[in-house]
Every structure is written in structure tokens, then in C-alpha cells.
């Protein structure tokens, strides 16, 4: 069961260089879920998404269509980013511009902190950039390029050519922040998640860490550097100063202190800049570290990472005008455990559609309360425990477990045994509802005190359901709640004790949650 506490969650913000694709969404919607979730666990929560504006990748894309940066990144967020989240129903609390004068107002501050108190200094500094990942590479993290790049070290991740750079910046001391980053993630073993990405974290800080250039002085598309404008600053230093300067860093101190330190959800190949550059940056300010950061795996298509530059990316509006925002939400967190790497294909998703949403979840809804429209003229029985048997217990202790369950889940941020745990309940019923043959019940009166209580007891755990997957289903759930008659809305009701729901009186005709599809590649 849920405490008092607030939470805090927060996606990436993302680069607005090009149009989402599904590995976006991904990230948008498991967070949002973590957050619903939380949220209707009655604690004080708030989610965070956004954009990242700055730095040399957007530059040179808004060069190359003609326009200056802002004119870019206004029209990338109008009509990609924020329809992004109408499209796959994400219910977030607060959207960061890096643009925004709360966030470059704050970045200065923060910076001249860190310069003030001695944690910043002049160097230079030459090596091998991916402008893709605005990040230096090592040697490490370069391939040889094959086909039109055959004879360039490539970035490993964009398999785009580096270019070597030699620039006299400011540099961050992130080197004397080791052996405090490696207390950090001794005391707190659950700080970096999932176990591989701890070890990976762990293993990268203890081979030594250098210096981080913090500055740019080949262009002027960043936050100035406030007390060198020739500088701009580094566009991921600038970046992941949006986890505070949009909860009230610098300038509403209450707000800060109330929501303060966050829950980062990041795929993996961001994972050290939110594992170790953040919480250095923290300790050399003074603040708090994180909560946590949990690094979730890639989408692969066709074996490769979900990628633009590949012609492997996917629009997310290609799969949710076929199947809907919901089972979007549901296929990518039910059929990828989080934090693994998981595979896409459209075969799977409209197999899973069909066995498990159609006709596991939404034929079950629709079979309850059909029967009880039918037999009961859509009363819901109540007072039937003279009735009840041992098969009827074993259904409420199966929701109590799976509320159990999943909350416990949810904790660990594992959202897919969440919702395994509740798909018990699912499968339960199912089963239940076939061996308890209610039709053949209707057919006999001396056995009406039976009927009712096989319907309330297949209500009851139907309405636990529409509460535990609402954080994941949240339209069909809605509708089903409306259809069961229960009071207010479904997210009113507390899903750490789900089992507990308000149940309503008269049930309403219910449309099929899921209705049949033909799906198009």
C-alpha cells in the first residue's frame, strides 16, 4: 500500500532535430504509466516531458531547411512533440521548452554556482564528436564505416562519421566527483536500474573519470555562458538542468523542495550522462541526486535500434490509427519486460490485440455485463453471500493478491509484472465464468441465488480490473467503468487497494473495448 509521499517522474526531453518515432513514445508512455499509477495511489505526483533546442545537431537541421533554430524547434514541438502526447494519451503534469526563459535564466545560475564555488575551469580539449549524440567519443565507441563512410570512424550508435574537434572551453571537475559517485551507488544499489545498467555505470566511473568541457565556442545556439558570452553552453550540461529548473530551481524554492528529487526514466544509450555527469553536477551545487535512474531498453526492428537515419523508425500515429492509444500503451509495456532491449513486429502486436485485449480482457468485460443486463435487467446483485462457494472466495483473494502484486511491481518500476500480475485476475475470471456456466444457471429458478452470486462475484472483479489497468488502458477502462455504473471515475479510485472499489447499482450497455482490426504493414 501506497504512503503519503510525492513522486516525482521525469521522460528525456528530446531533441527536436526530427519527428518522434515509437522508441519515443515508448519512453512517454512507460512514464506516464508510472505516474498514473502513483498518482492514483494517492501520492502527491508530478511528470515531466519536454524538449531539447539547443546545441549544434538542431543548428546545422534548421540550416538545412531554411529557417533560423527557434523557427525549427516551434514548429517541431507545434506539430510533432506535443501531438505526440495526445497520440498515445499521455496525461503529463508540465512540458520544458530548453528555449524557455525559466530554464536559460536557471541554467546561468546554476553554472555560475558551480564557477563561483571553484568547480569550473579554462582548457582545451581535441577529440572525436558525434554530432548526433552532442557528446566526445572515445575510441571505445567508434567503428570503421562501411559503404559511402568506408575509411571514417563512425559514432557505434549513429554508424554516422565523428569529426575531430580541438576547442578551448570550460571545463566541469567532474573527475574529483568518483569516489563520491562510487559511494553513491554502493549505499544505494537501486540508484541506477536495471541490475546490467548499474554494473555498466559501476564499471565506467571506476576505470577514472575526466573532465567535463562544458562550453562551445564554434557556435551561438545554446544558453550563454554568463560570464563568457563568446561561450555557449554544452547542450547536454544545459539539458539535464530541466529536471530542476522546471520545478521551481532558482526561483520558486517551495515548489523545488516539494517535488525534488525525481524518478528518470531514459533509454540506455543516455545512461551515463543521467548515471554520472547529473548526479556530479548535483553534488558540486549542493543538492540532492536523483531518486533514481532506470534505463529501459531499445525497440529493434528487423534486429536493429529503432532509427530516422536507418529508415527504421515508426511513426506512432501508424500503429494507434489501426489499434488505438491503448493497445499501443498495453503492447509495449505487457510484451517487453523493462529494461531489455525488445523486438517489434506487426504480426505480434495484432496476435496480442486479438488473444489477450479482444478476447482475454475486453470479451470478458463485455460478457459480465451482458449477463447482467440479461439476467438481472442490468441490477447489480448484491447480498449473495449465503450463496457463495469456495470458487467465489478463491476470486477475491486472487484480486486481492493481484492488486498486491502489481503495486509491489510498480515499486520496483517493473511494469510488465504489473500487468502480468493482473492478467491473473483476467485469466481467473475467464476461467471462472466457464465453469461456472452462468447461462445454464438462468435456465433453472432454483438455482437464481447462485446465479446472482456467480454475477456479482464476476462484477466485483471485472471493476478491480478497470482500476488496476486503468494507469494502462486508460479510454477502454473509462468506458467500462462508465458501463458498470460506479461512481465517479475510475482514476477516483485508489489502485493499491483496487479490490476495494465503489461498486455501482444498474449496469449500461457496453461497445466492444477492442474491436476487430485488419491490420496493415
Same mark, same amino acid.
Given at each position: 500500500? #501506497?504512503?503519503? !509521499?510525492?513522486? =516525482? ?52 537541421? #534548421? ?57 569550473? =575551469?579554462?582548457?582545451?580539449? &581535441?577529440? =572525436? ?5 552532442? &557528446? ?36 566541469? /571537475? ?8 562510487? @559511494? ?29 568541457s562544458i562550453s562551445r565556442s564554434t557556435f551561438d545556439w545554446g544558453v550563454k555562458v554568463p560570464w563568457d558570452e563568446t561561450h555557449v553552453v554544452y547542450v547536454w550540461f544545459d539539458a539535464l538542468l530541466n529536471y530542476i529548473t522546471a520545478t521551481g530551481y532558482g526561483q520558486d524554492d517551495a515548489e523545488f523542495a516539494r517535488r525534488w528529487p525525481a524518478q528518470h526514466i531514459v533509454g540506455k544509450d543516455i545512461l551515463r550522462f543521467h548515471a554520472v555527469i547529473w548526479p556530479a553536477m548535483l553534488m ?24 530516422? !537515419? ?41 496476435? /496480442?490485440?486479438? @488473444?489477450?485485449? #479482444? ?15 440479461? =439476467? ?12 457463495r462457494t469456495e470458487a467465489d472466495e478463491a476470486i477475491r483473494r486472487i484480486e486481492a493478491e493481484a492488486t498486491d502484486a502489481a503495486w509491489q511491481a510498480i515499486e520496483r518500476l517493473q511494469i510488465h509484472e504489473a500487468i502480468a500480475a493482473t492478467w491473473t485476475l483476467v485469466d481467473a475470471l475467464n476461467g471462472y465464468i ?31 480490473? @478497470? ?18 455504473? #460506479? ?20 449496469? !449500461? ?9 485488419? @491490420?496493415?504493414?
Open positions: 500500500m #501506497a504512503d503519503a !509521499s510525492s513522486f =516525482y517522474i521525469t521522460t528525456p526531453i528530446f531533441y527536436v532535430n526530427d519527428v518522434p518515432h515509437i522508441g519515443h513514445a515508448y519512453t512517454e508512455v512507460a512514464a506516464d504509466v508510472l505516474a498514473r499509477w502513483n498518482r492514483q495511489a494517492g501520492r502527491d505526483t508530478w511528470m515531466l516531458t519536454g524538449t531539447d533546442e539547443h546545441g549544434q545537431k538542431i543548428l546545422r537541421t #534548421a540550416t538545412a531547411n531554411g529557417v533560423s533554430p527557434q523557427e525549427w524547434a516551434d514548429k517541431l514541438v507545434a506539430e510533432a512533440w506535443k501531438p505526440l502526447l495526445d497520440t498515445v494519451d499521455v496525461a503529463n503534469d508540465d512540458f520544458i521548452r530548453t528555449t524557455d526563459e525559466r530554464h536559460e535564466r536557471n541554467v546561468q545560475r546554476f553554472l555560475q554556482k558551480l564557477y563561483d564555488d571553484g568547480h569550473i =575551469y579554462t582548457g582545451e580539449y &581535441e577529440g =572525436y564528436y558525434c554530432v548526433g549524440c552532442e &557528446e566526445y567519443k572515445q575510441q571505445s565507441e567508434l567503428v570503421d564505416g562501411t559503404g559511402e563512410y568506408e575509411g571514417q570512424l563512425v559514432c557505434a550508435i549513429h554508424s554516422k562519421p565523428v569529426e575531430l574537434l580541438h576547442e578551448k572551453n570550460y571545463f566541469f /571537475r567532474m573527475s574529483a566527483f568518483a569516489d563520491e559517485l562510487l @559511494a553513491l551507488y554502493e549505499e544505494r544499489p537501486d540508484f541506477v536500474q536495471p541490475e546490467s545498467a548499474r554494473n555498466e555505470v559501476v564499471s565506467f566511473v571506476r576505470r577514472g573519470l575526466e573532465d567535463l558540486a551545487a549542493g543538492l540532492d541526486v536523483p531518486k533514481g535512474v532506470f534505463g529501459h531498453g531499445w525497440l529493434l526492428v528487423g534486429g536493429e535500434k529503432m532509427s530516422k !537515419s536507418k529508415l527504421t523508425g515508426i511513426a506512432p500515429s501508424q500503429i494507434t490509427d489501426t489499434f488505438g492509444s491503448d493497445a499501443f500503451r498495453y503492447y509495449f509495456l505487457s510484451a517487453i519486460s523493462f529494461g531489455q532491449d525488445g523486438s517489434f513486429s506487426w504480426e505480434d502486436l495484432a496476435a /496480442r490485440y486479438q @488473444a489477450e485485449l #479482444a478476447n482475454g480482457f475486453g470479451n470478458l468485460a463485455s460478457r459480465v455485463i451482458a449477463m447482467i443486463g440479461r =439476467y438481472c435487467g442490468g441490477e447489480v446483485p448484491t447480498g449473495t453471500e449465503a450463496a466457464t465453469e461456472q456456466e452462468p447461462w445454464a444457471l438462468a435456465k433453472d429458478e432454483t438455482k437464481r441465488a447462485r446465479l446472482e452470486a456467480v454475477l456479482e462475484t464476476a462484477y466485483h472483479g471485472v471493476g478491480t480490473l @478497470a482500476v488496476l489497468l486503468s494507469p494502462v488502458l486508460p479510454k477502454a477502462t473509462a468506458k467500462l467503468w462508465t458501463a458498470l455504473g #460506479a461512481p465517479g471515475t475510475v482514476q477516483e479510485q485508489r489502485i493499491d487497494r483496487a479490490h476495494e472499489w465503489s461498486v455501482g447499482t444498474h449496469t !449500461s450497455a457496453l461497445e466492444p473495448l477492442f474491436p476487430r482490426v485488419e @491490420a496493415t504493414e
